[in-house]
C-alpha cells in the first residue's frame, strides 16, 4: 500500500473513492466551502489506480492539497468496508473523525456546526436531505430534495436503530478518543460496517442530534454500475451481514448470561417485521 504521512488537524475527514472524479470533485468543492477550516482529509482511493484522484487534486490550490492524502489500496476490495475507514483513521491524527463517502454532500456550515455542539458527547448527528439524482454525461442532476427519515425528531432512538441505520453515515462526527473504548470499524462487514459501528457508539453513551438537516444522503436513479449506490448493487449480502451482526451480539448476550444489544436487535427486527407485514396487508 502507498502511504503519505499522516495529516494532523480537528478533523480527519475520510473519504472513500473509486473511479467517480466527477463524484470526488463534487466532495473535495464540499471540503473547500467548510465553514470551519481545521480539517485534514484521507482520500481512500479503492485500488491500485490513483492517478485520476491525483489529476482532480491538482486542480486545487497548494494550500488545500496539504490538507488530504492519498491513501491508495494495492487491488480493489469495494468502496463500503471498514477497512478503508481504519486505514484512514490510522494515517490521520486529529480530536473528531468524520466519514464523507465520495456521492454524498454537506451544508457549508456542518463541521462548525456539529463542533459547536459535541461539547459532553461522544458524538452528534444531524437531521439530513435525501436527494435523488440522476448522473447524465458525468453531470449531476437534481430531480427530487426531501427531510430523510423526517419521523426522527429530538434524539436518535437506539431501539429504532436496532432496527436498522436511521441516518447516512455523512450526518455523523465523533470523537477520536472514544475509539479505545468501543473498538475500530469491523473490517469483516463491509458494507454495514457503519450500522454496526453506530450500535457499540450508541451503546456507550448519548450522542447529540442536531435536527438541522445539514447533511445531504445521494441517491442515483437510473445509474450504471459505478455511478449506483452500493446498498442496491449488493441486496443479497446486506440481508446475510444483517443476520450475522444479529448474531453476533445475541451470542455475545448467551455468553455472559444478560440481555444486552443482542436481545434488541432482534427484537426490534421481529417487530420491524411484523410491522410491514401488516402495512402490507392494509
Known amino acids: 500500500m502507498i502511504f503519505k504521512k499522516a495529516l494532523s488537524a480537528k478533523v480527519a475527514v475520510l473519504i472513500r473513492t473509486k473511479d467517480r472524479p466527477h463524484f ?27 492517478a485520476s484522484i491525483h489529476a482532480t487534486l491538482e486542480t486545487y490550490p497548494e494550500n488545500f492539497r496539504k490538507k488530504t492524502t492519498v491513501l491508495t489500496l494495492p487491488q480493489t476490495i469495494g468502496r463500503g468496508t471498514g477497512l478503508h475507514l481504519n486505514l484512514g483513521i490510522k494515517h490521520t491524527d486529529s480530536d473528531y473523525i468524520t466519514i464523507h463517502d465520495d456521492d454524498d454532500t454537506w451544508d457549508t456550515r456542518f463541521l462548525e456546526k456539529t463542533l459547536q455542539s459535541i461539547e459532553g458527547y461522544s458524538a452528534v448527528v444531524t437531521q439530513s436531505y435525501l436527494i435523488k439524482e440522476e448522473v447524465l454525461e458525468n453531470a449531476l442532476v437534481e430531480k427530487s430534495k426531501e427531510i430523510y427519515e423526517p419521523w426522527q425528531q429530538h434524539e436518535i432512538s437506539l431501539f429504532r436503530l436496532a432496527e ?51 447533511a445531504n444522503y445521494h441517491k442515483r436513479i437510473n445509474a450504471d454500475e459505478i455511478n449506483s449506490n452500493t446498498q442496491e448493487k449488493l441486496q443479497k449480502l446486506y440481508g446475510k ?20 444489544l443482542g436481545f434488541l436487535l432482534n427484537i426490534s427486527a421481529n417487530q420491524g417485521r411484523i410491522l410491514r407485514e401488516l402495512l402490507q396487508e392494509k
Not at 241 to 260: H, S
Open 24 to 50: 470526488l470533485r463534487r466532495t473535495l468543492d464540499d471540503l473547500a466551502q467548510q465553514t470551519m477550516r481545521d480539517w485534514c482529509a484521507a482520500i481512500i482511493n479503492d485500488g491500485p489506480d490513483a
Open 241 to 260: 451481514l444483517d443476520i450475522a451482526i444479529r448474531n453476533k451480539f445475541l451470542r455475545e448476550d448467551l455468553r455472559t448470561g444478560k440481555m444486552g
Open 164 to 214: 436498522s441505520l436511521t441516518f447516512p453515515p455523512i450526518a455523523m462526527i465523533f470523537r477520536r478518543s472514544i475509539l479505545p473504548i468501543i473498538g475500530a470499524f469491523d473490517d469483516k462487514l463491509g458494507p454495514l460496517e457503519d450500522w454496526e459501528f453506530a450500535l457499540r457508539l450508541f451503546s456507550e453513551g448519548p450522542v447529540f442530534f442536531l435536527e438541522e438537516p445539514l
